[in-house]
């Protein structure tokens, strides 16, 4: 699969919306903030590429940056904050004195996002005519200041020595339901999150046991076999235990449904007899 450039459109964007606003004309100030929004969502994008292999494919059609980075977030908190990477060499378990600062990122974090990309939306459009009749009337020095103060967050970010670095352990396992590779991140922090195969949605709880060690645990119901003197149990997915699902038991070779079933409800009274 190709790898889109994302940083570099961004680069160019931000280039275009610079040149719009150097003409110094307020009748181009609206495609300066095209060219902007256009930046910002490259940059998110960028952040969403770097995170492919744990976001379903379904959530790539997801275009909203805001939306985009609250998916991220939910994957990795740290995902909108910048960091500093050292590096230095561990001598026989014991951390070095001497790391070196390998670089530094600075993101286009969920604050920005919020503050600016809808507001540059804004002046995208004809204005209604209630807003016309109500709003305040349009302002090019205050949309003008605006631009310039997204451009130099766009510059910032893209000026980063180094960027997505994306931390925090990876586990690995191979879907128990269907084979396919199922890959997690385990953010820096957190001991247990949940996970769930792209290929067949089979839902798992996973366990960091530190070392690298990580514990699946399948989310699946043990259904005790119906027959009479079988004492087989049947594991069922939570996510089929739904009328229409079936197996046959491994013992006594019985095959069993579920299903939807009605029976009488009892009381406290009856209970009690
Ligand atoms: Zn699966
Ligand atoms: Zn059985």
Redesign the pocket.
């Known amino acids: 699969m190709t790898k889109a450039n994302f940083r570099q459109e961004a680069r160019l964007a931000l280039h275009r919306g610079r040149a719009e606003l150097e003409t110094g004309d307020d009748q181009r100030l609206k495609y300066a903030a095209l060219e902007l929004r256009m930046a910002m969502e490259a940059l998110t994008y960028d952040r969403l590429q770097a995170f492919k292999a744990e976001i379903p494919p379904k959530e790539y059609e997801t275009w909203q940056p805001r939306k985009v980075m609250l998916m991220l977030l939910e994957i990795d908190p740290n995902v909108d904050k910048g960091c500093t990477l050292s590096m230095g060499r561990e001598e026989y378990g014991v951390p070095t004195k001497h790391m070196k600062v390998v670089g530094t990122e600075d993101v286009l974090d969920l604050a920005s996002l919020k503050k600016h990309y809808d507001a540059l939306g804004a002046h995208l459009h004809m204005p209604t005519l209630k807003q016309i009749e109500q709003g305040p009337p349009f302002d090019p020095q205050r949309l003008r200041a605006r631009c310039e103060k997204i451009a130099a967050v766009i510059e910032k970010v893209l000026s980063s020595s180094v960027f997505n670095i994306t931390l925090g352990s990876f586990a690995e396992l191979p879907?128990?339901?269907?084979?396919?590779t199922?890959r997690k991140r385990i953010p820096v922090g957190l001991k247990v999150i949940k996970a769930k195969?792209?290929?067949?949605?089979?839902p798992y709880v996973i366990t960091d046991k530190g070392a690298g060690q990580t514990l699946w645990k399948a989310l699946q119901e043990k259904i005790h076999c119906p027959t009479d003197n079988c004492d087989a149990k049947i594991g069922v997915w939570r996510d089929e235990i739904k009328p229409g699902t079936w197996w046959t038991c491994h013992e006594c070779g019985e095959t069993y449904e579920i299903t939807l079933g009605v029976k009488k409800h009892k009381t406290d009274s009856t209970d009690s007899s």
């Not at 879907?175 to 396919?180: A, E, F, H, K, S």
């Not at 195969?197 to 089979?202: I, L, T």
């Open positions: 879907c128990q339901r269907c084979g396919t199922i195969c792209f290929e067949c949605g089979a």
